[in-house]
């Protein structure tokens, strides 16, 4: 897959390569990256987006947890309320 992202410094933006399996930055057409690809594991541009997915996933991650806890309170009210008209709970 690939994405955009804004340069940092100047109104270029620069075509990165995202592993659709990860989430993660693969390559990037900037120019750091072209002549430090040898010896950089990834330029700036990827790092910010690795770091970006990484925080998309942990906002995921709580929102997920969040939703079955309510979900438990909501089962835990609805129990209440059948007791409620249960005759064997009078
Ligand atoms: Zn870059």
């Known amino acids: 897959m690939?994405?955009?992202?804004?340069?940092?410094?100047?109104?270029?933006?620069?075509?990165?390569?995202?592993?659709?399996?990860?989430?993660?930055?693969?390559?990037?057409?900037c120019k750091d990256r072209i002549y430090r690809k040898q010896y950089k594991p990834s330029c700036k541009h990827m790092v910010a987006f690795n770091a970006s997915f990484e925080a998309e996933v942990e906002r995921a991650a709580r929102f997920l947890a969040l939703k079955s806890m309510v979900q438990g309170m909501e089962e835990t009210a609805r129990c209440y309320r059948e007791m409620q008209y249960d005759p064997r709970f009078a």
């Open 2 to 29: 690939n994405a955009q992202i804004q340069s940092f410094t100047s109104q270029a933006t620069y075509g990165l390569v995202v592993d659709e399996t990860t989430g993660q930055a693969t390559d990037c057409g």
